[in-house]
Structure formats: structure tokens, C-alpha cells
């Protein structure tokens, strides 16, 4: 996972669109986001989803790669409790979460930017509501715009490597 | 007699353990010493800034730096020592993933001056004087390093060659890293020298930890008896081995105290903290949420846990809203 700014130019723009990430599980709410789609049921189209084998393969540093990358909020979807093709993957994401949160919450991320929700394969129309309600909550509490600031907290280093090449440049002169 | 390889030491924000293990070499110092020059200890040795100046760029082989950076005088000097030497080794937790020092980071520089010159309870200050970076004196101006909004690991100031892990690295290591710098074989650059398996691998109680380990409560160290021979997970005490790059000979366990993580992760993990969330949560034995938070409960302090020597090297590096 290297260092890949890739959405700066959404974030920094003035007209300003929330950007979520959302990891669905292949068996449950993927198929159900694939449902919504077939099913010509409109959703806001600020999120990006990434199908994975199942949402306890969400790994937490998923999640904090895609807050760092620029994203605003991240949504989990998996299957409801009991129905978890890998019989025990969701309940490992939901413990994750719950500390997830406490960590994202102590390092200034707020609560309502991640968010976990049980869509089974069926619930299409959970799919639209879940992410059309999350992008207005995020909406609500405005850009994250990690990348911007990670490059405002290295703006400091910049005068000292200047000087540093400065220097370089007179001794090799 | 051509001369000898030159090295360096140095050290930014950090404790000193760092120096303290280097002289921890015991007699192997003498074999160091014998081998190479050092031209370059502020800690034991009276060479200055200037001389370090006036040496040729790249005319040292190896500088071992230790410790966070934090003030633009450790920026300079990490600069300084970049263009003088061939081989940059950042140095303990610290120069390696922000170390100790890194978890100011969950401050801003504004809440970290106030509670250090003004609210500390053994402060008296009721002008409320903060250090300046420059203060007019008799006729003369005294300066001090500017104080940086942020902990930063070595390598997010300057390239760095190889790591040497740990608070401190063992002697053991430092003496292999010696060297292997000497021999001419060098290892990839980036390379941490220091075995890349997880601490649970070596650890002497490897035996003892079950394949599920269904945690019920977490229990802190200080207020349990611990069993010495058992698991620190299987008895409930957070142990960071799982998220842990092993070489530390296990000296915490062998102390009956459990990992807390100085060696930062294996290659394979980008954010130790993450990692160390991801492995403790799926072990609490617990479905329903109240129960599951409960649980969960028992770990006052996350960020300081699990990032205790890696925050500024996390994929966040800090508290965002500070």
C-alpha cells in the first residue's frame, strides 16, 4: 500500500460531492447493490463500491487506507447475523468495527464516517436507501480532505529540504 | 594502511536508551571500535557540528540515527548527516515508525506548549512565557529549533537505507547490522534488519496459545496475576506478538510482561495499530453488540495501545483534527 493520492481533485474542488468508499460483501449486499442496479432503482452516485469475498475480509487498514487516500466516508456491507457464507466472517467485522470506531473517533474521524450495515442478497432497495442516507450524513458533516491535510502538515518540512538543496547546490558549485 | 570505514551516531527526540544499547556491546564495542572509525557521537565523543560540515559529502559509510524528529534542528541535522553519508540506518522505534514520541501526535503544538509551560502542575509561569525561536539578549539574538506541528519518523524527513527496530534495538542486532555493513553484502534497501516473522512465531510460549482464543475480559497488566507460563492473549492481557516483527529475543515475555510492540510490524503490514485492532477484536468471544462493547471496554486507551511506537508512521500519522 504505497502512498497513491487519487481522488485530490474531488476533494479540493469548490463544488464539493462527498466520496464514499464502500466495501459489499460478494454474497449478501453485492448481489443486492447488482439487484438495486437491475432493478433500475436510482442511488447517488458518490459511492465506489469493492466487491470482497465476504466483509470479514475487510481488513481495518482498508478502511483507514481509504479515509488517507480521500475518501469522506466508508461503508461496510454484509450479511445479516447467521447468514454469513464463511459462517463466522461477520461477526469478526462487527467487533472489528465497534473498536474501529473507538480508534477513527479518537484520532478526529467522526462516528458517522464509517458505517456497517446487514444487506442480504434480497434487500436492493436497502442498498439505495443505506447509501443515499449515509452520503447525506456525510454530506452533513462536510469534507475529510486527508490528503490535502497530510499536505499541509508536510508544508513545514518544505522550507528546511529547500534550504538543504541550497546548500548541496554551493558545495557542489 | 588505507583508512577505516567512518560511522556515525546521532540522536533526535528520543529517551537515550538508543545510545545506552550501543554501549551495551560490552567488550563487542572494542571489535567495532577496531573496526571502523567514529568520527561522530555527540552522546560519548567531542566532535562537533562544524566537523561533520567540513567532511567531504558521502564520506561517511554509515550513520545510525536514533529518535523521532520533531524540531527543525533535528530536521537540519537529519539533512545534514543524509548528505554526508552513504548508508542512513534510522535507529530504534523511534526513527524507525515515530516511536514514544509519536503519540503527541494526538495533540496540536498549541495544546502541547500550553500544558507543558503553563498548566503542568509543577509549573509556576504566570506570564505565561513560551520558548521563542528567537529572543533579543544583550544586544545579542539567542535562538532555539523551531518546534514542528508534528512527530515525524526518519524516513518521512529523509531517505533512509535500513531500519534497526526496537526500544532499543539488542545488541545482538546492532552487532549483526555492523557487520553486515562491513562485509560489502548489503541487503535490499529498505530492508528492517531484523527477522521478518511475527514475535508469536519465537515466542517461548507459543505452545500455550489456543488455535481460538475466545477472549471473555481484557485484564491490564498491573492489576493481574500473571501466569509465566502461559499466553498473555489466553490469559486475556493484550499482547501486541501477533502485529509484531520478532528479533527482540522475546526479553518482555521472558520478563513476565507482555509484547507491546517496539519492533513495529512485518513487511507484509502497512499499519501495526490496524492490524493489532484487526486480530484482538476477532478474538473476543462475544456476538451481541452490548456484549461485544462491553468487552471491548476493557481496552482504555486503543490508540495509545496499539500505536504505542508507530502512530506517526500510521496511515493517519496523527489525530486528524487536532
Known sequence: MEDRPITDKLVTSADWEPLIVAFFCNWCTYTAADL??????????????????????????????????????????????????????????????????????????????????????????????????????VRALGPLRLTRRFKEWDAELASIEAQARSEEVATHA | MPDKPKVAFYWCASCGGCEESIVDLAEDILEVAQAVDIVFWPVAMDFKRKHVEAMPDGSILAT???????????????????????????????????????????????????????????????????????????????????????VRSLDQVVEVDYYLPGCPPTPKLLKQ???????????????????????????????????????????RPHWTQIDPEKCFLAQGIICMGPATRSGCEAQCIKGNMPCTGCFGPTSRVRDQGAKILSALASSVDAREPEEIEKILGGIPDPVGTFYRYSLAKSLLRAKVTR
Request: charged share 25%; net charge neutral; aromatic share 6%.
Open chain 2, 64 to 150: 545510525m540515527v536514533n529518535g523521532s524528529i520533531r524540531t527543525s534542528e533535528q530536521e537540519e541535522m537529519a539533512h545534514l548527516l543524509r548528505r554526508k553519508s552513504q548508508i542512513l540506518i534510522a535507529y530504534g522505534s523511534c526513527a524507525h515508525t515515530g516511536g514514544v514520541p509519536s503519540l503527541a501526535n494526538q495533540f496540536s503544538k498549541e495544546q502541547i506548549l500550553r500544558t507543558v509551560y503553563e498548566e503542568a502542575p509543577t509549573v509556576v509561569n504566570e506570564q505565561k512565557v513560551r520558548p521563542q525561536p528567537r529572543h533579543p539578549y544583550d544586544g545579542t539574538a539567542l535562538t532555539l529549533p523551531e518546534f514542528r506541528g508534528l
Open chain 1, 36 to 137: 438495486a442496479g437491475v432493478s433500475r432503482m436510482g442511488y447517488d452516485h458518490n459511492v465506489r463500491v469493492i466487491r470482497v469475498m465476504c466483509s470479514g475480509r475487510v481488513d481495518p487498514q482498508f478502511v483507514l487506507d481509504a479515509f488517507a487516500h480521500g475518501a469522506d466516508g466508508v461503508l461496510i456491507g454484509g450479511c445479516h447475523p447467521g447468514d454469513c457464507h464463511y459462517v463466522e466472517g461477520n461477526y469478526k467485522t462487527l467487533r472489528r468495527y465497534y473498536l474501529l470506531k473507538r480508534v477513527l473517533r479518537d484520532l478526529g474521524i467522526e462516528e458517522g464516517r464509517l458505517r456497517l450495515e446487514w444487506i442480504a442478497a434480497s434487500e436492493g432497495e436497502k442498498v439505495a436507501k443505506t447509501i443515499n442516507e449515509m452520503v447525506e450524513q
Open chain 2, 177 to 219: 547490522a555492523v557487520l553486515t555493513l562491513l562485509s560489502g553484502q548489503l541487503p535490499p534497501k529498505g530492508t528492517v534488519l531484523a527477522p521478518d516473522t511475527a514475535q508469536c512465531d519465537s515466542c517461548p510460549r507459543k505452545e500455550s496459545k489456543p488455535a481460538d482464543l475466545k477472549i471473555t475480559e481484557f485484564k
